[in-house]
């Protein structure tokens, strides 16, 4: 599974739209700074670390370093996590490994143990902490071995399209995200159908 977008998702755009407003800046100009600058790249592949991004994301806006947790806590406000998903993958682990593949900064392990929700996983592959980022094949083949799987008994769901054609670039299985519900239909049809 991928984690933003997918197990986690912005359910509420307002606070994110209100504290763009209150920089003089689109939502669409605050995300492409937060999540797809320079900065935000060298974050994903571990070259630098959250909190140095959040520094380059702050000075950016030519604000000073203090409102740090205040623009974080606003940017991410209205994310809802996909308790449904979280249980559904539990149950899964039952039978089967699940595992993590998330395009992210040096912090989001901390947050899955704060969340109490590292359980719903037997492996996270986290770009920062393995230096590889999807679509890149690197990312997918070291999933698949740190869990023992070959590809074609794998399948990885992202809500983006380039992410899936990467995972399917590697032989595995892969689900495009519209919603859970589908998801989770889509996840079981394929293990009945492998049974």
């Excluded at 902490?129 to 740190?146: D, F, H, N, S």
């Amino acid at each position: 599974m991928d984690f933003g977008g997918v197990l986690v998702r912005t359910t509420d755009p307002a606070p994110r739209a209100r504290l763009a407003e209150s920089l003089g800046i689109s939502s669409r100009e605050l995300e492409r700074l937060v999540f797809e600058s320079p900065s935000a790249q060298a974050a994903s592949v571990g070259k630098i670390s959250e909190e140095q991004h959040w520094v380059n994301v702050i000075r950016a806006l030519g604000l000073p370093e203090s409102e740090i947790p205040h623009v974080s806590q606003e940017f991410f406000g209205g994310d809802s996590w996909d308790g449904e998903l979280f249980d559904f993958l539990r149950g899964l682990r039952k039978k089967v490994k699940t595992g993590l593949i998330s395009n992210a900064w040096s912090g989001l392990r901390r947050v899955i143990v704060r969340e109490q929700v590292d359980d719903a996983f037997d492996a996270m592959i986290i770009s920062a902490e393995v230096q590889v980022a999807k679509p890149a094949a690197g990312i997918y083949t070291l999933a698949l071995e740190r869990l023992g799987v070959a590809p074609e008994q794998a399948v990885f769901v992202d809500d983006m399209l380039v992410n899936v054609e990467g995972a399917r670039s590697v032989g595995m299985q892969a689900i495009p995200y519209t919603h859970s519900q589908g998801v989770m239909k889509a996840v079981r049809q394929l293990l009945a159908d492998h049974h």
